[in-house]
């Protein structure tokens, strides 16, 4: 059974940082497309960040941009997400995604149960 495990979700102050992980069990996604998506009470999920197989390619969302970093770790299966400079608008629950089957802003054929981020003003 394949499983995406997230953690490293807390309540933190507006301008703190975080750093969320995702990992894998059950098969290795190590030549799959990883991505974090989020989403806030009331809105829908929104793409966060995407990278490649290598590590080597990534795309942010707008809002992200500069402040947050997607990494992954092929040999521990793993997937992280490093945000910075927090903003409440940032409060949302981020749920690690893999294997992409479509478009790699929204399709993944496995999803985890995510992780809860609360960031205060």
């Known amino acids: 059974q394949v499983q995406l495990l997230e953690s490293g979700g807390g309540l933190v102050q507006a301008g703190d940082s975080l750093r969320l992980s995702c990992a894998a069990s059950g098969r290795t996604f190590t030549n799959d497309r990883m991505a974090w998506f989020r989403q806030a009470p009331g809105k829908e999920r929104e793409f966060v960040a995407t990278?490649?197989?290598?590590?080597?390619?990534?795309t942010y969302a707008d809002f992200v941009k500069g402040r947050f970093t997607i990494s992954r770790d092929n040999a521990k299966n793993a997937v992280y997400l490093q945000m910075n400079s927090l903003k409440p608008e940032d409060t949302a629950a981020y749920y690690c995604?893999?294997?992409?089957?479509?478009?790699?802003?929204?399709?993944?054929?496995?999803w985890g149960q995510g992780t809860q981020v609360t960031v205060s003003s």
């Open positions: 990278i490649s197989p290598s590590g080597v390619l990534t």
């Open positions: 995604a893999a294997g992409v089957l479509g478009s790699y802003y929204s399709n993944y054929r496995y």
